[in-house]
């Protein structure tokens, strides 16, 4: 067996990456019992921990390796990866007997697996000095059995290893072996022994940089009362009449999911242009919709899409085989959400009701993955207020709270605020879906903003959609917010253009290097907007926002689509993108849209 030693930066699975031989070198100078290492999705958490294990069985500190995962096909994949560096770990251990072959290092189980066989995982602890690995930790917590079988198999371990790259969970369920300690308020927080954040992993190379495309759109339906509702996806709803538009965005007959699996198919044909092998996935709410999704998106790519069904009994079989070739779309529900590693995954699209933080950040991490410097990754979301809060804080690393400490009187209703807040947390759209109160008539989808870095940009509800999709498929995180931030300010290329200092091809021998941005852009006239230009900037910025009220009174009034209003004023009264304009000709189209108004009356 390969081990690798404290001072070594290659291991079994290939050189250590920066944070991997951080932590790793940090682990081995505390030698502790417990140990948590909260790593974003795509990391190398698998890598980091099964080196440290080679290195405690060449060390002979431990004899034996269990490691715990979410689902049977990790199992599979923990084993693959563990034979790579000759750890030999037997996937399909029942735990009953409590026996496997000596020809393997340890096991693989499930946290279900764990509460089956809670006893003779305990017993094998007990046997021989272990090493338990727990994979995504949180799920100990999903279960209070899970949790006290966890606990109780694992308790006389060597070594206990907790990985986690997600958010922890929104409930006050402690999870087993995670020390705790109180904030400044009195709240017990998870405590992690290390922290690699989404954004130093950005900075670092390790994962992609992360597009979210938000659609917004007009949502028809009628109440069981017979009541025709009309609202836009987006715009401040009660908790009902949310969940019931975005409902109505994800109905395959409408044509809100329609028209976004159409640009997420564009958005992926402009990556492959760059990225030969890229790969899209739809994370779809049930089976039924995963189908209706996936005849979709035959039609429009042209080629039928993976199909993956967690009940059936390929499944993963088949998200292996999409790994492995280079088909355009995988359609699933719930399947490859956590841990699924589909590196050439570069597009997706939210279609799901889904609204837990936990699982935003799992279908975020499918994409984040990174290859090679400068793959880009798009994810394709409706305008949901609390999405679009989940992906401006992507950086964000976050601890497990065990609740809200009531610290007087005043106070008193700190604990029924909290139950409140835990309930709108924890509730999933999937079951607002099983409302049958009313039913969806139609949808239409619009271009809203696009979100990247924490800013967003674009909010031409329609206009700005082709140069959106048309951004490179190979751009550095520096060029990406340059990109972004000279669009804003009204120096950006058109429709799709590429700037001048980016390569587009797919070598990576040819890609842009790490800070390698365009060049600035110069003013070509008074009017534009200036990005240090403060004053001039707000002043656009009321005028566009003016400018698209105005269109989606006269969508509402005509039902012309945004995007048709916005090319009709700019035919009329000529210039560039809204995003582009001067404030004399934003002026223009306002005027010009006011004059219509007064024609029609």
């Not at 000596?102 to 305990?122: E, K, M, S």
């Not at 987006?234 to 409902?247: E, I, S, V």
């Not at 039924?288 to 979709?296: F, H, L, P, S, V």
Request: aromatic share 6%; glycine share 10%; net charge negative.
């Amino acid at each position: 067996m390969a081990g690798a030693g404290a001072a070594s930066t290659v291991g079994p699975w290939g050189r250590l990456r920066a944070w991997q031989q951080e932590a790793f070198d940090a682990y081995n100078a505390r030698n502790p019992r417990d140990y948590l290492a909260v790593a974003t999705p795509g990391a190398g958490k698998t890598a980091f921990a099964l080196t440290i294990a080679a290195d405690l069985l060449a060390r002979r500190i431990v004899e034996k390796v269990i490691v715990v995962t979410p689902t049977d096909h990790l199992k599979r994949q923990w084993a693959d990866a563990a034979a790579r560096g000759d750890i030999a770990l037997d996937p399909a251990f029942a735990g009953r007997g409590g026996r496997t072959s000596r020809d393997f290092h340890g096991v693989v189980v499930t946290y279900a697996g764990v509460a089956a066989a809670t006893q003779a995982l305990r017993v094998r602890c007990e046997r021989f000095k272990t090493m338990v690995i727990l994979d995504e930790i949180h799920h100990a917590g999903d279960a209070l059995t899970w949790g006290e079988a966890v606990r109780e198999a694992f308790e006389p371990a060597t070594r206990r290893l907790s990985l986690t790259g997600t958010p922890f969970r929104s409930d006050a369920n402690p999870i087993p072996f995670v020390t705790y300690v109180p904030d400044t308020e009195g709240v017990p927080r998870s405590e992690a022994d290390y922290g690699y954040g989404y954004g130093r992993a950005l900075a670092d190379g390790v994962v992609r940089p992360v597009l979210f495309l938000a659609y917004s759109g007009d949502m028809r339906w009628r109440t069981s009362a017979g009541d025709e509702m009309h609202v836009r996806l987006g715009t401040p709803l009660t908790k009902d009449l949310a969940a019931q538009a975005w409902r109505t965005a994800l109905d395959p007959a409408g044509d809100w999911i329609q028209s976004v699996l159409r640009a997420a198919d564009t958005r992926l044909t402009e990556v492959r242009r760059h990225v030969p092998d890229a790969g899209g996935l739809v994370i779809a709410t049930d089976q039924e919709t995963a189908r209706a999704y996936a005849k979709i998106l035959g039609q429009v790519a042209g080629e039928k899409p993976t199909v993956v069904l967690s009940d059936e009994s390929t499944a993963s079989k088949r998200i292996g085989q999409f790994a492995e070739n280079d088909s355009r779309w995988m359609v699933a529900v719930r399947m490859v959400s956590e841990g699924v590693d589909v590196p050439r995954l570069a597009v997706g699209v939210y279609a799901t009701a889904t609204q837990t933080p936990l699982f935003f950040a799992q279908a975020v991490g499918r994409f984040v993955r990174a290859r090679r410097r400068g793959e880009t990754a798009s994810l394709f979301l409706p305008t949901v207020p609390i999405l679009l809060q989940y992906a401006a804080e992507m950086e964000v690393l976050r601890d497990h709270a065990l609740g809200r400490a009531v610290k007087d009187e005043d106070d008193i209703f700190a604990a029924e605020e909290d139950l409140l807040a835990e309930a709108a947390r924890g509730e999933t759209g999937a079951d607002m879906l099983d409302d049958q109160r009313y039913q969806a008539i139609g949808s239409e989808a619009a271009f809203d903003r696009l979100v990247y870095d924490g800013n967003e940009f674009g909010g031409e509800l329609g206009e700005d959609e082709t140069e959106f999709l048309g951004i490179p498929g190979l751009l550095e995180p520096d060029q990406m917010r340059e990109l972004l931030r000279r669009r804003r300010s009204g120096g950006g290329p058109t429709a799709g253009a590429e700037p001048s200092s980016v390569t587009s091809t797919s070598d990576p021998a040819s890609s842009p290097s790490v800070g390698a941005v365009p060049p600035p852009v110069v003013e070509e006239s008074a009017g534009r907007a200036g990005a240090a230009d403060g004053a001039t900037y707000q002043r656009l910025g009321v005028l566009r926002r003016e400018l698209n009220g105005l269109v989606a009174a006269w969508h509402h009034r005509t039902g012309q689509p945004h995007g048709a209003v916005h090319a009709e004023l700019r035919r009329v009264c000529g210039g560039p993108l809204a995003v582009q304009a001067t404030a004399e000709q934003l002026q223009a189209r306002i005027d010009m849209i006011r004059e219509w108004a007064v024609k029609r009356s």
